[in-house]
């Protein structure tokens, strides 16, 4: 069965920085891209990062890009994200999720974790 | 990259058949197969009911069908039941910004 536990979310100020982690089991994990997803409170899903499998290709929205470095860990089945310049609009819940295939251009996204909270907030 | 376009809400009755619309561009929608669609529930993960425009995961009911025609997605679900009450968010691969998805479109089964 596939599993994915993200951990790491918390309340930050802003400016400030965190990592957030992804557990993988169940799968060859080597073998699929991942993305990172994330939920405004109230809000609808963004799509945020992306990195194939070998970690080699990184994909970022324009709204994080230069703030957020995605990376993975294949020894490790450990999929990362590290925040920098945290912002308010940057609170949401963030989900790591599974690719349907090795590079990030399936379209799909097959296994989602359960999700991480980030706050930024004074 | 700007959101696809969702319809906030959609109802229909028990045992209806509703269809969810998803309005991209030429650089998304229109240029690839590659669109999802997903069901997410209060409190709960997203789970992903569609992939390739018309394409059912294992273990997803058939009452669920999706469909392409343009710049625009469609998603049905058919014998709506009460569980199928959720919000839907379809997605597309879109190259340079990779993946974008849609507003969401919460389903309320009256």
């Known amino acids: 069965e596939v599993q994915l536990l993200e951990s790491g979310g918390d309340l930050v100020q802003p400016g400030g920085s965190l990592r957030l982690s992804c557990a993988a089991s169940?799968?060859?994990?080597?073998?699929?891209?991942m993305s990172w997803v994330r939920q405004a409170p109230g809000k609808g899903l963004e799509w945020v990062s992306g990195i194939g499998g070998s970690g080699d290709s990184t994909h970022y929205a324009d709204s994080v890009k230069g703030r957020f470095t995605i990376s993975r860990d294949n020894s490790k089945n450990t999929l990362y994200v590290q925040i920098n310049s945290l912002r308010a609009e940057d609170t949401a819940v963030y989900y790591c999720a599974r690719d349907g295939g090795y590079l990030v251009d399936t379209g799909r996204l097959d296994s989602w974790g359960q999700g991480s909270l980030v706050t930024v907030s004074s | 990259q700007s959101a696809l376009t969702q319809p906030a809400s959609v109802s229909g009755s028990p045992g209806q058949s509703i269809t969810i619309s998803c309005t991209g561009t030429s650089s998304d929608v229109g240029s690839y197969n590659l669109v999802s669609w997903y069901q997410q529930h209060p409190g709960k993960a997203p789970k992903l009911m569609i992939y390739?425009?018309?394409k059912r995961p294992s273990g997803i009911s058939n009452r669920f069908s999706g469909s392409k025609s343009g710049n625009v997605a469609s998603l049905t679900i058919s014998g709506l039941q009460a569980e199928d009450e959720a919000d839907y968010y379809c997605?597309?691969?879109?190259?340079?910004?990779?993946?974008?998805f849609g507003t969401g479109t919460k389903v309320t089964v009256l």
């Open positions: 169940g799968f060859s994990f080597g073998s699929h891209a």
């Open positions: 997605s597309s691969y879109a190259s340079s910004t990779t993946y974008v």
């Open positions: 390739e425009a018309t």
